[in-house]
Nanobody, 120 residues
Framework: VQLQASGGGLVQAGGSLRLSCSTS????????MGWYRQAPGKQRELVAA???????SYADSVKGRFTIYKDRTRNTLYLQMNSLKPEDTAVYYC???????????????WGQGTQVTVSS
């Protein structure tokens, strides 16, 4: 399964971005999907995940600001990011896999990453 992430960029604090992750095949009914991020000098961390039935999980640091959702007709996963903060600056990766594995260490497949930079 190929995952292609896009939508990153430079934005001022308080702004918004929407990340997209397109998939090569229709997998949303089978696999959980998620977004991870990695900031310079830090470990990769889970940002948000969504299960096939729609159950979601968010990192405490993004709750109330980020929303993960999927469009089955477009085979695309999204991450809507609002009220961005400088500490959200990182490379964001999409991933797919089984729920328990995905939320603990990531999935089986990864997109190439997209840079998000939030200026203060």
């Amino acid at each position: 399964v190929q995952l292609q992430a896009s939508g990153g960029g430079l934005v001022q604090a308080g702004g918004s971005l929407r990340l997209s992750c397109s998939t090569s095949v229709s997998i949303f009914s089978i696999y959980s999907m998620g977004w991870y991020r990695q900031a310079p000098g830090k470990q990769r961390e889970l940002v948000a995940a969504i299960a096939p039935v729609g159950t979601t999980s968010y990192a405490d640091s993004v709750k109330g600001r980020f929303t993960i959702y999927k469009d089955r007709t477009r085979n695309t996963l999204y991450l809507q990011m609002n009220s961005l903060k400088p500490e959200d600056t990182a490379v964001y990766y999409c991933t797919r896999g089984a729920w328990t594995t995905l939320i603990t260490r990531g999935g089986d497949d990864w997109g190439q990453g997209t840079q998000v930079t939030v200026s203060s």
